[in-house]
T-cell receptor, first 114, second 117 residues
């Protein structure tokens, strides 16, 4: 049973436009959510996180929105750049990602077209 | 920022031999590190939780005797793949938790690509 779901395996966006990556979760105990960017044969790079006490967190071009009632979060990238092309993983954790492992979605491959 | 380093980044070994992968937290102490495995075009699968000074906690289906984890210090965890087989060829990634104030964030190493021939 997949607790973190990224239902879109891929997404193509034109350079300069907004990229919206979606993530759904089923475990209501999750209280901390993170987005990672990953290139092939490299470790994931942390992008942005959000605690369940917030509904929005912004860092530069990246904004994460959390809708707890819908158990849904999304990552917005604006404006999208060709260098943003990568696989994006949504991850969730219980108790603030301290000593508990992250649960990952299957990832969404973003292609930003120049 | 916090940095987690893995070594080696790529390794090729013969079937039946053992290979060790190191994971270091470079500028912070990590009481807990996690080891993941990623197959091509698939998500990261948690293998085990490595606890400093105690035995690792393995996920269901992961062979403890095959994937030996040692967390001897607060900055180093090692994964040893014993009696390697070609099906062990994969991308192995470690991670460690770092406090960012409002919550802990997990940072990942660069990954280690293992090829067993």
């Amino acid at each position: 049973d997949q607790q973190v779901k990224q239902n879109s395996p891929s997404l193509s966006v034109q350079e300069g436009r907004i990229s919206i990556l979606n993530c759904d979760y089923t475990n209501s105990m999750f209280d901390y959510f993170l987005w990672y960017k990953k290139y092939p044969a490299e470790g994931p790079t942390f992008l942005i996180s959000i605690s369940s006490i917030k509904d929005k967190n912004e860092d530069g071009r990246f904004t994460v929105f959390l809708n707890k009632s819908a158990k849904h979060l999304s990552l917005h990238i604006v404006p999208s750049q060709p260098g943003d092309s990568a696989v994006y993983f949504c991850a969730a954790s219980v108790k603030g990602a301290g000593n508990t492992p992250l649960v990952f979605g299957k990832g969404t491959r973003l292609s930003v077209i120049a | 920022g916090a940095v987690v380093s893995q070594h080696p980044s790529r390794v090729i070994c013969k079937s039946g031999t053992s290979v060790k992968i190191e994971c270091r937290s470079l500028d912070f102490q990590a009481t807990t590190m996690f080891w993941y495995r990623q197959f091509p075009k698939q998500s990261l699968m948690l293998m085990a939780t490595s606890n400093e000074g105690s035995k690792a906690t393995y996920e269901q289906g992961v062979e403890k005797d095959k994937f030996l984890i040692n967390h001897a210090s607060l900055t180093l965890s090692t994964l040893t793949v014993t009696s390697a087989h070609p099906e062990d060829s994969s991308f192995y990634i470690c991670s460690a938790s770092f406090s960012r104030g409002h919550g802990n964030t997990i940072y990942f190493g660069e990954g280690s690509w293992l090829t067993v021939v």
